[in-house]
């Protein structure tokens, strides 16, 4: 019935690249445990070897802080031959087993996998979480009206027969449903990539740093360009940019009189005017080679910021990314400038991991 472990969702068929991350993160800060998953399970359990540090091991990071995981939950509970009847009962006697991590939650989030299989659990778990929620409430488990400033209790199914409960924090989670953020495609778009660039936006950069890499009249770069999806995002926000690729740019963008199109190799392209506020780049290349390419236009001033996608091999993403990343970090720290560098498998992104760096002086740090 006790369980302590940290849940990871993820996308599935990145079981392991999750696992990978967490067992070397929780490891270097001395939370020892080892981790079970199933190949395109869409979640990754790490058990810890020591119960009384769960607390301390979901306070080491947050989810946004990391790059596979889109939840993290902490695990003190699994019920393993629910049956049919009476769930909310068997829910409440294996809660009545276990300490109470916190003295009340402010809200329950009912979940399961990101899989053909696991939407199969979609309908259930939204009609189970309203008697399950007045039944908590009653039970002393939950605050009588919902409060996001407390942590959420979180009731993952993995199958109808196996759920694991646990907690988030607010400041440590994400605060979307399955760790999920759904965006509308715009119909005016050129292209579905525009979500993923959308998605970093949103997800990636605070309401103060989107002010300041977005800025309205600012100059960006937008390198492997066609047919304009990326390019999209920048005009939508009053941006002027050089869209760079061999293929064509929509007419719909070019008419905006914001985009100018060069047919260039984006690897020797240099900006018109000697620098741009923003680099943009999704181009399908070898990773390390991408981050070589950010590191110069970042080094050299070409461009203040950048964000970028780098494309994963179908193994050792995790490794890849870590080895692309400390290289480039590596180049950035050695300048007197500061950047804000984060790194994340987003929900609209496939088999890639998009990376933000938001140049910022050394004392606002």
């Given at each position: 019935?006790?369980?302590?472990?940290?849940?990871?969702?993820?996308?599935?068929?990145?079981?392991?690249?999750?696992?990978?991350?967490?067992?070397?993160?929780?490891?270097?800060?001395?939370?020892?445990?080892?981790?079970?998953?199933?190949?395109?399970?869409?979640?990754?359990?790490?058990?810890?070897?020591?119960a009384?540090?769960?607390?301390?091991?979901?306070?080491?990071?947050a989810?946004?802080?990391?790059?596979?995981?889109?939840?993290?939950?902490?695990?003190?509970a699994?019920?393993?031959?629910?049956?049919?009847?009476?769930r909310?009962?068997?829910?409440?006697?294996?809660?009545?087993?276990?300490?109470?991590?916190?003295?009340?939650?402010?809200?329950?989030?009912?979940?399961?996998?990101?899989?053909?299989?696991?939407?199969?659990?979609?309908?259930?778990?939204?009609?189970?979480?309203?008697?399950?929620?007045?039944?908590?409430?009653?039970?002393?488990w939950?605050?009588?009206k919902?409060?996001?400033?407390?942590p959420?209790?979180?009731?993952?199914?993995?199958?109808?027969?196996?759920?694991?409960?646990?907690?988030?924090?607010?400041?440590?989670?994400?605060?979307?449903?399955?760790?999920?953020?759904?965006?509308?495609?715009?119909?005016?778009?050129?292209?579905?990539?525009?979500?993923?660039?959308?998605?970093?936006?949103?997800?990636?950069?605070s309401?103060?740093?989107?002010?300041?890499?977005?800025?309205?009249?600012?100059?960006?770069?937008?390198?492997?360009?066609?047919?304009?999806g990326?390019?999209y995002?920048?005009?939508?926000?009053?941006?002027?940019?050089?869209?760079?690729?061999?293929?064509?740019?929509?007419?719909?963008?070019?008419?905006?009189?914001?985009v100018?199109?060069?047919?260039?190799?984006?690897?020797?392209?240099?900006?018109?005017?000697g620098?741009?506020?923003?680099?943009?780049?999704?181009?399908?290349e070898?990773?390390?080679?991408?981050?070589?390419?950010?590191?110069d236009?970042?080094?050299?001033?070409?461009?203040?910021?950048?964000i970028?996608?780098?494309?994963?091999?179908?193994?050792?993403?995790?490794?890849?990314?870590?080895?692309?990343?400390?290289?480039?970090?590596?180049?950035?720290?050695?300048?007197?400038?500061?950047?804000?560098?984060?790194?994340?498998?987003?929900?609209?992104?496939?088999?890639?991991?998009?990376?933000?760096?938001?140049?910022?002086?050394?004392?606002?740090?």
């Open positions: 019935m006790s369980n302590t472990s940290i849940l990871g969702y993820c996308r599935p068929g990145y079981e392991n690249d999750t696992a990978n991350e967490l067992t070397s993160r929780y490891g270097e800060a001395q939370c020892y445990g080892y981790p079970v998953s199933k190949k395109n399970s869409g979640f990754v359990l790490y058990h810890l070897y020591d009384t540090q769960l607390e301390q091991t979901i306070t080491q990071f989810v946004h802080d990391s790059i596979f995981p889109r939840q993290l939950v902490a695990v003190f699994t019920l393993n031959d629910i049956e049919k009847e009476d909310v009962g068997q829910v409440l006697e294996a809660l009545k087993e276990v300490e109470k991590p916190f003295q009340i939650f402010g809200t329950i989030d009912v979940e399961y996998p990101d899989t053909e299989e696991g939407k199969t659990l979609a309908k259930f778990c939204r009609k189970f979480t309203v008697p399950l929620r007045q039944a908590l409430r009653k039970a002393g939950l605050t009588a919902e409060n996001l400033g407390k959420k209790l979180h009731i993952f199914f993995e199958s109808f027969e196996i759920c694991h409960i646990g907690y988030t924090l607010p400041s440590h989670a994400s605060s979307d449903h399955l760790g999920i953020c759904r965006l509308k495609f715009p119909s005016d778009a050129p292209s579905r990539s525009t979500l993923k660039l959308e998605d970093a936006l949103v997800n990636m950069l309401d103060k740093q989107q002010a300041k890499v977005l800025r309205s009249g600012g100059r960006a770069v937008d390198l492997g360009a066609c047919p304009g990326w390019t995002q920048l005009v939508k926000r009053g941006m002027y940019v050089e869209a760079i690729d061999n293929g064509l740019v929509a007419d719909s963008l070019m008419s905006t009189g914001l100018e199109h060069h047919a260039a190799d984006g690897f020797t392209y240099r900006p018109q005017f620098r741009v506020d923003l680099l943009v780049c999704d181009m399908i070898q990773p390390d080679r991408v981050a070589k390419l950010m590191g236009w970042l080094v050299k001033h070409w461009a203040t910021h950048a970028f996608n780098l494309k994963l091999p179908m193994k050792q993403r995790y490794e890849t990314v870590v080895e692309a990343m400390t290289l480039l970090r590596g180049r950035l720290n050695a300048l007197e400038d500061a950047f804000a560098v984060k790194v994340r498998h987003l929900y609209h992104d496939r088999d890639e991991v998009t990376v933000t760096i938001v140049r910022t002086s050394k004392d606002e740090v």
